[in-house]
């Protein structure tokens, strides 16, 4: 019986030894690898910070550009020409869009990329120069200038003591990637780097119910996401929202897996 005893002790003792040994080797692989393996999902607490799902989003092929927090600061520009045809329910009709793509953007981005938002409380009138800067037309180019009306955001909305400015608007969250995020009183579709403009038609025209997949077409733009179709002969290289998908509902349509690829998203 003593013999036995002994025999199993040693038997215990050597598979230690071989799963401790086991250990050490998978700890000195890659880190991928590590994090997936089952013996060590098994003996490392969760506090080590290795996951089975790791996602870094960036800026589209731009990886030091962190996405995993973004902030919108959206308004409402309207030309002193137009106030007549400001609608009442605009704050209502953009807050649901804005929660919209913010929705979609997290499913997309399989929770990886989370977005704030504030919507400035009352609409910024300006002139029509301002207004006149702004690029439109589908045979716009893809890479715009917008440099006056960004001149035109910091100096009469995220300036304190200027006009327009709230403190509460202007305040961004540490570490957020920030897109000032345009509803224009008037015609006007397009994105660049950190800006989106759309006009406020798409969201309370009844024709229209395809504008929060507009928004989030030209948002996707502040993002560094390339259109998929051709402007100039209306050839569309892709279903989802970057191309097509930009005229349907956001409920039934897909951001391409290709350009999530290329904002780390595997």
């Not at 009469?156 to 006009?163: D, Q, S, Y």
Request: with cysteine.
């Amino acid at each position: 019986m003593g013999r036995i005893k002994k025999s199993i002790h040693k038997a215990i003792i050597a598979v230690m030894i071989l799963f401790c040994g086991a250990v050490v080797f998978i700890l000195s692989l890659k880190t991928p690898f590590v994090s997936e393996h089952p013996l060590i999902k098994l003996v490392l607490p969760s506090s080590t910070g290795l996951s089975s799902t790791q996602f870094k989003s960036h800026f589209y092929e731009e990886p030091e550009i962190s996405l995993e927090k973004i902030h919108i600061q959206a308004f409402y520009l309207v030309p002193e020409t137009l106030q007549v045809n400001m609608p009442a329910s605009w704050k209502d009709d953009f807050t649901k869009a804005l929660i919209k793509i913010r929705e979609f953007h997290s499913a997309q981005f399989k929770n990886s990329s989370n977005i704030t938002f504030s919507l400035l409380e009352t609409p910024v009138l300006t002139q029509d120069e301002i207004i006149a800067s702004i690029p439109v037309g589908i045979d716009r180019p893809s890479r715009v200038d917008l440099t006056k009306i960004d001149q035109f955001i910091e100096s009469k909305i995220l300036t304190p003591g200027a006009f327009f400015y709230r403190s509460n608007f202007a305040e961004i969250p540490p570490g957020a990637f920030v897109v000032k995020l345009i509803f224009l009183e008037g015609p006007a579709a397009l994105g660049a780097e950190g800006i989106a403009i759309l006009s406020r038609s798409y969201f309370t025209d009844p024709v229209v119910n395809y504008g929060t997949s507009f928004l989030y077409h030209e948002f996707g733009h502040a993002l560094g996401m390339p259109d998929l179709y051709d402007s100039e002969s209306g050839e569309t290289f892709s279903d989802g929202i970057m191309g097509s998908g930009r005229y349907r509902y956001i409920d039934y349509v897909h951001l391409d897996q290709d350009i999530k690829v290329k904002m780390g998203i595997k």
